[in-house]
C-alpha cells in the first residue's frame, strides 16, 4: 500500500488508496445515514429512461435530472428536505488537495451490476477554477477519460476501492465516463457494486 503518493495517469492526478481499509469502512457507514435521510434516486436521462446509476447527496447541492432538463437542487425531490452534511473523510481528502474552500456538493453514485455512466462533462458549476474530487469505494470501475471536444480520443483505467482522484486546470472540462464495473469482486458493500463520491463547489465561493 501507498497512502499519499499521488501519480498522474493519462492526465489526471490519481492517489490510489487514498483511504485506508479501515477508513472505508468509516466511511460506508456514514454513507449509511446519508441514504436514510436522503434516498438514492434514478434521475431521467434526456431520452425520458431512467440513469443506471442510482444518486443522492451530502452538501448544499445535489444534482438533479427530469425532462425539464438537468440541474443542481437543494431539497430532495421525494422528501423535501436539505441534504445531510458531508462525511468528515470525505471533507479531509478534499482538504488535501483544496485549502481555498470546501465543497458544497458531495455527489454519491450507486453501481449496481451492469450500471454505467456514459461520457459527459461536468460544466453546471460556478467556477472551474475548483478542483472535483472524485472516492471510489467497492468494486473495481473502468473509467474513460477524453479531451474537452467529445470527439477527441479517449483512455481508460481502473479505480479501485479507497482511491481518491483529482480533476483540475485540463481535465476539469474534460469528458468523461464509467464503462463498466467488475461486479461481486471487492467485498466492502454487501450487496457488491460501486459507490462513487464526487466533491464539488457549486456556487462561486463568497470573500
Ligand atoms: C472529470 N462520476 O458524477 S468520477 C459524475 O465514477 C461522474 O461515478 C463518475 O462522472 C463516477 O459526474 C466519474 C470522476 C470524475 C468526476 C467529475 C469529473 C471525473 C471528472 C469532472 C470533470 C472531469
Ligand atoms: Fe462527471
Known sequence: MHYGNPEVIHGVTVMRD?????????????????????????????????????????????WFSDRKGYRYITAHPETGQPFPAIPALALKIWRTFETRVDPDCCLINHYREGARMGLHQDRDEADFGFPVVSLSLGDPGLFRIGGT?????????????????VLESETRLAFHGIDRIKF????????????????????????
Open 18 to 62: 487514498a483511504l485506508s481499509p479501515v477508513e472505508q469502512i468509516h466511511l460506508l457507514a456514514d454513507l449509511r445515514e446519508v441514504a436514510k435521510t436522503a434516498p438514492p434516486f434514478s434521475p431521467m436521462t434526456g431520452w425520458g429512461k431512467p440513469m443506471s446509476v442510482q444518486i443522492t447527496a451530502a452538501g448544499r447541492f445535489c
Open 149 to 165: 471536444e467529445r470527439k477527441a480520443p479517449t483512455r481508460s483505467f481502473w479505480l479501485h476501492s479507497g482511491d481518491a482522484m
Open 184 to 207: 461481486g469482486e471487492s467485498a466492502l458493500l454487501a450487496g457488491g457494486g460501486r459507490l462513487n463520491l464526487t466533491l464539488r463547489r457549486v456556487a462561486p465561493a463568497t470573500t
